[in-house]
């Protein structure tokens, strides 16, 4: 991914007109991304934020879907997937200052329950990042063809 707009997470809030629980952390992330040019991890984390949510969503109601039969697995998947969010944040916050640095750290990457609740939120977020990311490339696919 090349370019992205300066206000991307104004426009994912306007397309889902709902505002995103964590824009302000969002909005440093995506920041050192852009001036990195590291949009790519950007987009990683958007997909990985996506399955991290949508993973949840199947455990939340997985009592009401009997074809979920056995959770383990799920929550194996689940648990693998937010230490991938992690080690992504801590890759990209790397190029961060110390500020917003310790900021994510102490938001995201602390083992406590906020931090886990704070890491569901973001990836609520990082999944309506994904679906308009997901939206602009078809755009652009349909311009050009």
Not at 37 to 65: C, D, H, M
């Amino acid at each position: 991914m090349e370019k992205l707009p300066e206000d991307l997470l104004d426009r994912v809030e306007n397309y889902f007109d709902k505002p995103l629980i964590k824009k302000q952390d969002l909005q440093i992330v995506f920041e050192v991304c852009n001036a990195n040019n590291k949009l790519n991890e950007f987009e990683r984390l958007s997909f990985t934020g996506k399955y991290v949510n949508g993973l949840l969503r199947v455990l939340k109601s997985s009592t009401n879907i009997p074809e979920v039969e056995n959770t383990d697995n799920l929550k194996k998947d689940l648990s693998e997937n937010m230490e991938k969010i992690i080690s992504q944040l801590t890759e990209i916050i790397s190029n961060a200052d110390k500020k917003n640095k310790i900021s994510i750290e102490e938001n995201y990457l602390k083992l406590s329950q906020i931090s886990l609740q704070n890491l569901q939120s973001l990836a609520e977020d990082l999944d309506k990042i994904k679906i308009y990311l997901n939206h602009i490339k078809r755009d652009d696919l349909n311009k050009t063809s």
